[in-house]
Nanobody, 126 residues
Framework: QVQLVESGGGLVQAGGSLRLSCAAS????????MGWFRQAPGKEREFVAA????????LYADSVKGRFTISRDNAKNTVYLQMNSLKSEDTAVYHC???????????????????WGQGTQVTVSS
């Protein structure tokens, strides 16, 4: 079992920045691919970003590419999502997730991920 706890969400003005953190506990963190997903009210959950267990491969949704950066610190069992140039459409609950790494072609697929955090709310005011 892996437990995931997100933090760092909040209210920010459009154009601002936030950094989300996801702390993992339980089984060995370093073997998992880590992803960030988000869900806005009335919308389906969507992929945001993912990072391989080594940190050497990352994948981003087109909507956040160039604005968001995913990173991880395996020594701290933590994955981060740096969000810059935030837009009102980024408003959502952000969840981190962990899964076994079967290759980057599956990183955007939520069925890859076995463990999910409860989420942290990000609200961007225009």
């Amino acid at each position: 079992q892996v437990q995931l706890v997100e933090s760092g969400g909040g209210l920010v003005q459009a154009g601002g920045s936030l950094r989300l953190s996801c702390a993992a506990s339980g089984r060995t963190f370093s073997v998992y691919v880590m992803g960030w997903f988000r869900q806005a009210p009335g919308k389906e959950r969507e992929f945001v970003a993912a990072i391989s267990w080594t940190g050497g491969t990352t994948l981003y949704a087109d909507s956040v590419k160039g604005r968001f950066t995913i990173s991880r610190d395996n020594a701290k069992n933590t994955v981060y999502l740096q969000m810059n140039s935030l837009k009102s459409e980024d408003t959502a609950v952000y969840h981190c997730a962990a899964g076994y790494d079967y290759g980057s072609s599956r990183y955007a697929t939520d069925s890859l991920y076995n463990y999910w955090g409860q989420g942290t709310q990000v609200t961007v005011s225009s």
